[in-house]
């Protein structure tokens, strides 16, 4: 849970690749997909959530649609064009910084 | 998603009243989705299903929710607009009506009577306005409401207003002038309207296509 200050820069990065493998989401059904997936080490809380899929669908990464769901309207979130071009870019990126992480903090792995 | 309590009717319309009761200017779609956080959140997480309570602990995160749509919406529209108007500069194709403008204006400037040169600007930039009104207006009564749809013509009426303020103070005779400060000025004013015309036409169709369920 210390740690949720590390993955605050990663929250789009984060969005991104879970709407590329799950094709289309909604908010909350995301904050949970991220805590089943790690398991409660990462909680996302919707003060971080919304503003940042808010974001990625004024730049254009997100498409939104909206369906009727039981007694309710729901609001889902699927990857653009450009979005999908965006979520390989943020990964390569992540990629990078992790490797770079892994030579600053275990020098000896990442040379064998 | 597992569930330990399932919303009843009459739940869900007191929670609807009481977003509309204490933000009565909250757009549809920022409803929809808070409506739909809230109830997936407290269907899974109550304990005895008292929403009044689980309302009451949410109410800042409501608050901060509900501010933040409106301002991002305007922004958005603003945003898209000028980098649609850049693109009249740098896209080939676009450019080519970007330059065919320009030396229009020129020439027209330097051949025919500032109070011509005056109506002809006003036409085209009516012309636009006009075409934006009646081809990006969305009617329908569902959907008129929503901010999206609100702010959509917004910009639209940037160089609409600009070229009747340039005629009721008659500053357009003194900018006529000098040649090309005015086919600067019409120059923005008709590639900043056709840009705003593009942005509404293409977000009327993903609003059409986003609340497609509302129009069945």
């Known amino acids: 849970m210390g740690n949720q200050k590390l993955y605050k820069g990663s929250l789009q990065t984060i969005i991104l690749k879970l709407l590329e493998s799950n094709d289309k989401m909604y908010g909350y059904e995301i904050t949970q997909k991220v805590k089943e997936l790690t398991k409660g080490e990462l909680k996302i809380t919707e003060g971080a959530l919304y503003p940042a899929l808010h974001k990625l669908e004024a730049d254009g990464l997100l498409d939104v649609e909206v369906a009727k769901v039981g007694n309710r309207l729901r609001k889902y979130y699927k990857l653009t064009e450009s979005g999908t071009k965006e979520t390989a870019n943020k990964l390569d990126e992540m990629q990078e910084f992790l490797r770079t992480m892994q030579q600053l903090v275990n020098p000896k792995l990442s040379l064998e | ?216």
Request: aromatic letters at 16%.
């Open chain 2, 1 to 216: 998603m597992e569930k330990r309590y399932e919303i009843t009717e009459k739940q869900l319309v007191f929670l609807e009243d009481f977003l509309l009761r204490k933000y009565p200017g909250i757009s549809n779609e920022t409803k929809i989705e808070l409506i739909d956080h809230l109830v997936s959140d407290f269907e899974a997480t109550t304990e005895n299903g008292n929403l009044s309570q689980y309302l009451s602990n949410e109410l800042e995160f409501i608050a901060r929710f509900v501010f933040k749509g409106v301002s991002l919406m305007k922004k958005t529209y603003r945003k898209e607009t000028w980098e649609q108007f850049f693109k009249f500069f740098t896209e080939p194709k676009l450019l080519l009506i970007s330059i065919s403008t320009l030396l229009f204006f020129y020439f027209l400037n330097e051949t025919v009577t500032d109070k011509i040169v005056y109506l002809v600007t006003i036409i085209l930039s009516t012309l636009i306005f006009g075409y934006s009104v009646f081809k990006g207006m969305i009617k329908n009564k569902e959907l008129k409401n929503l901010d999206e749809v609100k702010f959509l013509g917004n910009e639209i009426w940037l160089p609409f207003t600009l070229v009747q303020l340039l005629g009721i103070t008659n500053l357009c005779y003194s900018i006529m002038k000098y040649c090309w400060l005015y086919t600067l000025v019409a120059l923005f004013i008709i590639i900043y309207g056709l840009s705003a015309l593009m942005v509404i036409l293409k977000h009327k169709k993903i609003i059409l296509e986003k609340y497609k369920h509302l129009l069945n």
